[in-house]
Every structure is written in C-alpha cells, then in structure tokens.
C-alpha cells in the first residue's frame, strides 16, 4: 500500500469512529452532496492537501472535518471552495511562521511573499464562492442620496432597455 493510500484509508478511518450511518449523514451534508463517493472523495482530498504528511493526526483530522462541516455547503463546489480556502489558509499561516522564524531576511522575504499569494488566493476564493452563491447576479444599494436645490431624483426600480434607454 502505498503512503497516499494509507494516508487516505486513515483519514477515513479516523473520521468513520462515530457510528458509520451517522459519519456518512455528515459527510453527505458537509459536502452538500447525495453520493457517498463524491463525499469520501472531498473529505480525503480535503485532509491531503490541509495537512502536511506526517500531521495528519486523528486531532487533526477532526479539526478539518469539522471546519468544513461548519461550513455547511450547499453543494459539492461550495464543499471544494471550502476545502480550498481551508488550505490556502493553513499554508499561509504556516508561511507567516516560516517567515517570522526565518534568520535570513531573504529567506523572510521569500516566506512572507508566498503568504500574501495564499491570503489573496483566499480572498479570491471568497469572492468567488460569493458570487456562486449569489448566481452570479449583484445587488446594489444606494442607502444615500443628495438632490440639490433644482435638482431631480428617482425613487423606485430603474432598468434600462437594450438601447440604453431607461423604461
């Protein structure tokens, strides 16, 4: 067996010491899916690419379960977003550290870059399953408005035709 098979049949496991009804409902609702399968698949990758090898301890593994399930996906890409922005967390704070410990101030440097890519990529990835969530539509809300002296103003639903005209 290979260490990524282990790895994965241990994730599993560790996961699976509930009753197994109860840890598949949960799994099921964490990932926002009806398949078994798709679930298991997410959860294993989840831990593989949050927890460094060598980490992936029963605490551990715990932890990124319960984070996602916290989450409370709605569908199998809210679950995969989750699961990123978990990871792109984990590995900023763990470049913060490295660049905070590092004596080099390159090497500092170096660290500390890598952590603002992940922080972005995690507001990236915010913004991203915001506007999933929202499908993709946008709200605007003006909660401010100053009409001078002469001046007009329209209160109410405005839309525009294909011209540009307003209707």
């Given amino acids: 067996m290979t260490p990524t098979q282990q790895e994965q049949q241990t994730s599993t496991e560790l996961v699976k010491k509930e009753p197994e009804a109860q840890v598949s409902e949960q799994l099921l609702e964490s990932f926002g899916t009806s398949n078994e399968e798709v679930a298991n698949y997410l959860i294993n990758t989840s831990i593989r690419g949050i927890l460094p090898p060598g980490r992936s301890s029963d605490r551990n593994i715990r932890a990124v379960f319960q984070l996602i399930r916290d989450m409370c996906a709605k569908n199998p890409i809210e679950g995969m977003l989750y699961s990123q922005m978990i990871a792109c967390h984990s590995q900023a704070m763990n470049m913060f550290k490295k660049g905070n410990d590092a004596f080099d101030s390159t090497d500092a440097q170096r660290y500390l870059n890598m952590a603002d890519k992940f922080m972005r990529t995690y507001t990236k990835s915010l913004e991203t399953l915001e506007k999933f969530k929202r499908g993709g539509k946008q709200h605007v809300i003006v ?25």
């Fill in 143 to 167: 909660e401010n408005v100053v009409v001078n002296s002469g001046g007009q103003a329209i209160v109410g639903s405005v839309s525009s035709k294909d011209k540009g005209g307003l209707q």
